[in-house]
């Protein structure tokens, strides 16, 4: 992600830890962070959501508003997924419009969300052909110690779950809790030397050279996937990734209930 | 992904709308060198795909605070003509745009020498002529023909192509119609000589045994657009050459 020059003693000391099979924080290589949720901080949104995995903090909040669907899904709800690296939550982010970092995370975010059918869109429709709900996800990194795209994924998916659809605020009926079906889980690894690592923090993100990110539903199937970083992943090392998102995600699920 | 149809992709005879088994590929035309100005170039067509790739550099690298002191770096623009869809696309980088251009660019890192050119930018350049699902893939094969073209030393040629999933079946490189009403796409590009991945993306819905069928159709097909790729240049640099210098 961004890039800081790290020390060699600290680069040495992690790879020296990682031989071991152990990490700076203690974890094992398949160990996840702990996770704390928040969810409803934000009176203002329709449904929000504060996730901390260990020193990563995102929030998303969720907006939900009458508007005009697509010409070609004129019966279908619309998402909407931004994500922005403010400068507050860390040293290298900048202000100004989103980069490519961002877009891509807004964007696997996104596709996890949308292709594993969380949010019903078919139940978003006010009147068909005319007006919809347009839902929008907006997350924030608001602190930054690596994998930014499980935190904010969690954020996302914590913040849908607690959502209400403001209808009464439109004269549009009751308000409704927005129309979930499932709980999509991404799990990132980074490839750190020849050993992967389930989500890495900032130190280890900065000497990784590829990352993996697999998102599964509640069936373990699988939704998304993203590759990153300038490495390469052999097809052993994707089988490791695909057996674990499985089995974290579960493990997830479980957590954020 | 999400779109519905009653349009059978794949009849009971496993025969997809274009004719192709599961296990096929679109026919693939690959030429290198056919820009006069860049340092180096490709065209390919994919099926109803069209893409144009060149490359320039290594040279001076702007903006100047990217510039790498231990080696070069991969800029990629990936850009689809306005045309080249059957909604006119409006100009201009979207969102879509700028993460497939990450992707290809570390993809192409991996396999460029870029420790030999510090501080220097090689830059990419992909025009979406004609688009029809697999264009990032198309791409992507496309631009490693054009840095080979363009003399840039590198580990490998890598090829790329999409495998997903239409009508509840594996297939390899889907078209538009399979793309838009199938349910999942996996484009993936390998080093054919270690088969290491080097862009993996998904979406979609499969199960496990699913995507480890596609991962299957796709290196394998990989391998096969790998030889088109270096049949390519050696057709270039073996004949005569006409028109450029």
Known sequence: MSNELMSEIKRDHIMHLLEKGTRQDGRGVADFRNIKVETGLIESADGSARVQLGNTTVIAGIKIIPGTPFG?????????????????????????????????????VDRGIRESGMVDVEKLCITPGEEVWMCYIDMYAIDHDGNLFDAANLAAVCALKSAIIPAEQYGK?????????CTPISVTEAKVGNTLIVDPDYDEEQISSARLTVTTDDNGNFRAMQKGGCGSITLDELRTCLDRSVEIGAEIRKIIG | MSGHTDMVLVDENGMRIDGRTAEEHRPIRIEAGVLHNADGSAYVEIGKNKV???????????????????????????????????DRKRPGTDRRSIEI?????????????TELYPRASIDVYIEILQANAGTRCAGL???SVALADAGIPM????????AGKADGKVLLDLNKEED??????????IIPST?????????????????????????NACHEVHDLQVDALKRRYSKPQEGSE
Do not use: W
């Open chain 1, 72 to 108: 070609d899904t004129p019966n279908l709800g619309v998402l909407t997924t931004g994500m922005e690296l403010i400068p507050m939550a860390h040293p290298t982010f900048e202000a100004g419009p989103p980069g490519e970092d961002a877009i891509e995370l807004a964007r696997v």
């Open chain 1, 173 to 181: 009926g009751e308000n409704a809790p927005l129309p979930v079906t």
């Open chain 2, 52 to 86: 144009l790739a060149a490359v320039y550099g290594p040279r001076e690298c702007h903006p100047r605070h990217l510039q790498n002191p231990e080696k070069a770096i991969v800029q990629v623009k990936y850009n689809m003509e306005a045309y080249s869809v059957s």
């Open chain 2, 101 to 113: 251009s990450k992707i290809t660019a570390e993809a192409l890192e991996k396999v460029v020498l």
């Open chain 2, 141 to 143: 094969t496309a631009a």
């Open chain 2, 155 to 162: 580990r490998d040629i890598v090829p790329a192509i999409a």
């Open chain 2, 180 to 189: 838009n009403y199938g349910q999942a796409d996996v484009p993936i590009a």
């Open chain 2, 195 to 219: 088969d290491e991945i080097v862009l993996l993306q998904m979406d979609g819905n499969m199960t496990r045994a699913e995507f480890d069928h596609a991962i299957e159709l796709a290196v």
